[in-house]
């Protein structure tokens, strides 16, 4: 402690900053802030610098700063710099209606959030909902929770969609962004959504929310006097939750890892080697590279053993499959008619295919842009091959 | 009674008082005598004779076979899909406090990413005299500082708002992990780049967000982010793990775990709030009338019995027993924890196994007699802000039933007679 106040007195500089911000911390509120925040530091001290100081050694920089890093550019600012704010800050020029968003979102949306945003599964719904915050089950979308439209959007261009986010144009986010809320009765469906009308777009739940009160409203949680002895008598139980049996069972525990699943297959594979004697060939060096490539598909499509249809279609045996032929799995429009043609996947097409699927099969509503490498291509395929044995 | 379960200066007063005030006497100790000979101790075993495996058989050491169910687990119903989902650390099979990073929960939003040092950037902008970027090199480079925290989501015990739900503290409490963290105060860093241009401090923001592609981001006031907050790098004492954050996360003491953003790409000052997804549509608490609470940061003082409970049943009959459990506060240390076997009728001080740190996990036990009855288990945490852990009852009351998040009631187990144990609740 006392070096750090031998600094403090040496590093002259630094006593401006000091008061500039002791005097700063004894200012105003500029946004009112939990009650919370108070207990965190109000009395914390408010020279962080001496701080910073105080931990380097005595031989250390004495402002505090170790001339690490370098600058930023603007452009590598303006690349990763794209939080969006309730008043619209950070908003780029662009637009888009509910009309146009509709075909963006039925193409890249739909698949989870369902075709009227309604939701599919367990993936969000985005609409309706409307004064249901105080019912016994709410429905919290976009429409009946959201309070600011800056977060749908925001959200929209860097985080969706799953699995191939910040794919999304601005002017197909204004697009989207537009059909949300007419999903939502919000908006008329030729409202055009832009960086100008953004602020127009009044959210019903705006004023639902409070800063933490946690401090005020729970102050009876807070130096309560606890009864030790003779507390109450007749405990009873009220509710169990074996009843329910909602707790997952004990699973047996097995090498759920992606590789232990090649190394399964392939042993299948072996064992019925008859039918399938060119797939024995698989080189394991390709499938392990396919292993790794394949995280690029793996948000949407399972493989291996009790693979399920999930955002894509189960991905086993895919070789000399029908296009478009799993039952139950709601394909795109394109593979629906492949289908009816006859066409089935090989490994000339699935090269095609994994090389540009937009352009392979337009209209596929697969977000997935193509493998740019040929050794991503080859080893995926090699790789989806060592589960032909497995249905 | 009371007054001599707090008596933490003699434990052998603690043990009689406490095979008194379960009507328990003697009899437990039947099996000093044994009338036959033990084979594995009059036969000379297999592990006595030949050698076992030599060093390196294990590069990186796994647990032991005979603890492989000591993992963590998934409920499948909860989320769409595991890249957006979240798992539950085996705390009912864990004593002390640190959390293995091998087995502590996960919780992704796109999955965890592979990210590797020379790959990652840093980047600090805004309102900063000069915007920066930091290389993983740059922040091993910055003085660091060493400290053990909890890790809770906001979400822990969330499914048990409207009742008794899910049988197992894994399932109930098991979204918390809490490790010794080496890393760079945020300040420091924030320094480095300049806050004179964000004048006045008081009021202003940072915004940070994780590189993966979630863009997870949340708003964290200036005081929290000159006060405590640090970049990590080391867990444990070895590298993060891929799923923890790999090469660097956040971690913001006390607060909860959404805010601990993993793959920390940027910092960026503010004036305001960014009032991301993860901070209105979701971690924001509805309240009964339909108003829902935001910035709710602070993870109330809690505790659990981690056994026995509906994993971990009584097995050795009556007799003693060691009654463990965990508390930890978002506010302060822990400093008492009470633990009543008869569902609240009276209640007994806990040892605490090492005095409470801020912010951290903190070990308790009961040494108990037990006389074979059912028992009605709940623990009840205080911190040293005077804060007292609740029960159900009086949350909902406050809260509501739809609140999801910070549920830290006392949580209750029944022990049945032949040791099993149920999560219940109570009149």
């Given amino acids: ?170 002017d197909d986010v204004y697009a989207i962004v537009a059909y949300i809320l007419y999903s939502n009765d919000i908006v008329d469906e030729d409202f055009i959504l832009s960086n100008e009308t953004f602020l127009d777009v009044e959210m019903p739940n705006k004023s ?49 890892e992606a590789s232990a699943a090649v190394t399964t297959s392939l042993n299948q594979v072996g064992e019925q080697s008859e039918a399938l004697v060119e797939v024995v060939n698989l080189d394991p060096g390709l499938v392990e590279a396919g292993e790794k490539a394949f995280k690029k598909c793996k948000s949407c499509h399972q493989i291996g053993d009790g693979a399920k249809n999930k955002t894509g279609p189960h991905l086993n045996s895919i070789f000399s499959r029908k296009i478009g032929s799993i039952e139950g799995f709601k394909y795109s429009k394109i593979f629906k008619s492949m289908r009816d043609n006859g066409r089935v996947w ?46 | ?55 390196d058989a294990t590069p990186y050491g796994l647990p032991i076979e005979f603890e492989k169910d000591v993992v963590r687990r998934n409920v499948g119903w909860l989320t769409a899909d595991t ?17 293995p990073q091998g087995c502590a929960f996960e919780r992704h939003h796109s999955g965890a990413i592979e990210l590797r040092k020379e790959n990652y950037r ?26 053990v925290y909890f890790c809770e989501c906001a979400a822990n015990t969330g499914m048990e708002w409207a009742g008794a739900q899910l049988n197992g503290v894994q399932f109930t409490h098991g979204m918390i992990h809490n490790m010794e963290y080496t890393g760079v105060p945020l300040r420091t860093l924030l320094n480095e780049a300049g806050l ?3 004048g006045d401090l008081k ?49 913001v003491p006390g607060w909860e775990g959404n805010m601990w953003v993993k793959w920390l790409r940027r910092v960026e000052v503010l004036d305001k709030p960014v009032e991301s997804r993860e901070e209105t549509s979701k971690y924001t608490d509805t309240l009964a009338e339909g108003i829902s609470r935001k910035w709710t940061w602070a993870m109330d003082a809690k505790s659990v019995v981690t056994s026995p409970s509906p994993q971990s049943p009584i097995l050795h009959g009556k007799g003693p027993l060691v009654i463990s459990g965990l508390a930890w506060s978002g506010r302060g240390a822990i400093n008492r924890v009470d633990v009543t076997i008869d569902g609240g009728e009276n209640w007994y001080e806990a040892r605490l196994a090492q005095p409470g740190t801020k912010m951290a996990l903190t070990r308790f036990y009961l040494d108990i007699e037990w006389d074979g009855e059912e028992m009605f288990l709940q623990s009840r945490a205080h911190d040293e802000t005077g804060y007292v852990q609740p029960t159900k009852e009086e949350l909902r009351e406050t809260r509501g039933l739809n609140s999801i998040y910070h549920n830290n009631c006392i949580q209750t187990w029944w022990i049945k007679s032949n040791g099993e144990a149920e999560n219940v609740e109570i009149s």
Avoid at chain 2, 35 to 48: G, K, N
Avoid at chain 2, 123 to 142: K, P, S, W
Wanted: net charge negative; charged share 25%.
């Fill in chain 1, 1 to 170: 402690m006392s070096k750090s106040r031998d600094l403090f007195a040496v590093a002259g500089i630094c006593v401006f900053g000091v008061l500039l911000i002791a005097t700063n911390f004894a200012d105003r509120f500029v946004t009112q802030l939990p009650q919370d925040a108070k207990i965190v530091s109000l009395d914390f001290d408010p020279d962080f610098r001496m701080i910073a100081a105080a931990e380097a050694s005595a031989v250390g920089p004495r402002d505090g700063k170790f001339g690490l890093g370098r600058g930023a550019t603007k452009r590598e600012v303006a690349a990763w710099d794209g939080d969006i704010s309730p008043d619209g800050t950070g908003l780029p020029i662009g637009s888009g209606d509910a009309i146009y968003g509709e075909e963006v979102f039925a193409e890249h949306c739909a698949i989870c959030h369902g075709d009227f945003a309604e939701g599919v599964d367990n993936w969000p719904e985005l609409a309706g909902g409307l004064d249901t915050l105080a019912d016994e089950d709410p429905v919290k979308t976009v429409g009946s929770y959201w309070p600011y439209l800056s977060t749908t959007w925001d959200y929209v261009k860097r985080s969706m969609p799953f699995g191939y986010a910040q794919s999304l144009s601005d």
């Fill in chain 1, 208 to 256: 639902g929310f409070i800063v933490d009160d946690r401090l005020t409203s729970e102050a009876h949680f807070w130096n309560k006097k606890v009864c030790m002895s003779d507390c109450k008598s007749d405990v009873k139980i009220t509710m169990r939750a074996a009843v329910l049996d909602v707790t997952p069972a004990d699973e047996k525990n097995e090498d759920s």
């Fill in chain 1, 346 to 391: 090989d490994e000339e097409s699935m090269v095609e295919f994994l090389a540009s699927p937009k352009q392979y099969a337009k209209g596929t509503k697969m977000s997935f842009a193509g493998f740019k490498k040929e050794k991503d291509i080859l080893s995926t395929i090699e790789y989806l091959k060592s589960f032909q044995a497995l249905n």
């Fill in chain 2, 1 to 55: 009674m009371a007054d001599d379960f707090s008596d933490k200066k003699s434990s052998r007063r603690q043990f009689l008082a406490g095979a008194a005030a379960l009507g328990a006497g003697s009899t437990a100790a039947s099996s000093l005598s044994a009338s036959d000979d033990d084979p594995l101790i009059t036969e000379v075993q297999e592990w006595a004779q030949i050698t076992g495996d030599g060093v």
């Fill in chain 2, 83 to 99: 890249i957006s989902s979240i798992n539950f650390s085996p705390i009912h099979a864990l004593d002390g406090t640190i959390t």
């Fill in chain 2, 122 to 147: 840093l980047m600090i902008n805004g309102l900063v005299d000069q915007e920066l970027v930091f290389t993983y090199e740059d922040l091993e480079r910055f003085p660091r500082e060493q400290h």
């Fill in chain 2, 196 to 198: 004179n241009a964000a």
């Fill in chain 2, 203 to 251: 009021g202003k923001w940072i915004f940070v967000e994780g590189a993966d592609a979630s863009s997870n981001g949340r708003s964290i006031p200036m005081e929290k982010a000159l006060d405590d907050v640090l970049v990590a790098f080391k867990a444990n004492g070895e590298a993060l793990r891929k799923e923890h954050g790999y090469p660097a996360r956040l971690v």
